[in-house]
């Protein structure tokens, strides 16, 4: 009997959770003001599982524990439970000086900014031969956005 092995590419997901609060300078909405969110945020490495005996990762294309490690480590630790403020919103300095975990950013913390900064940070740091694939990030349980590799070829780097 004949066994073929099939390079198939695989697509596995992680869900995370965190919360945060944040407020759009200059929006005309309701979010303008200071308010909080629940997230969830979901991160899909794609890639072919390793075939080889002697690699303990043996039929896997990454480890589940290892993408827990990264986003944390990359995303949650810094983002869970902050506060986050566009560089030019009044009194974001104060509120930094007075509050520990407020993150001023280069760009309006918008679901949708959020969602490619995430993106940003961890696309170099997946270990090959497996890739970031896409990140969907939940700002209420109804409302989400999505970030695919396959649509950003040439991100451009706007994060200081």
Known sequence: ??????TNRIRLTKEFRFEGAHALTGYDGKC???????????????GNPS????????????????IKELV??????HFDHALLL?????????????YQNVL????????EQL???????LESA?????KLFSIRLYETPTSFVEWFASENLNTVDFYE
Do not use: W
């Open 51 to 66: 075939n080889l005996s002697d690699d303990p990762h043996d039929g896997m294309v990454m480890d589940f524990g290892t």
């Open 104 to 111: 001023i950013l280069p760009f309006q913390p918008t679901c």
């Open 1 to 6: 009997m004949r066994t073929t092995l099939h």
């Open 126 to 130: 997946i270990p090959p031969p497996a």
């Open 32 to 46: 303008r003001f200071i308010h909080g969110h629940s997230y969830c945020l979901l991160v899909t490495i794609s």
């Open 115 to 121: 969602c490619s900064h995430f993106a940003a940070l």
């Open 86 to 98: 566009r560089k030019d919103a009044v009194l974001a300095e104060e509120l930094r000086e007075q």
């Open 72 to 77: 944390n480590k990359i995303i949650i630790e």
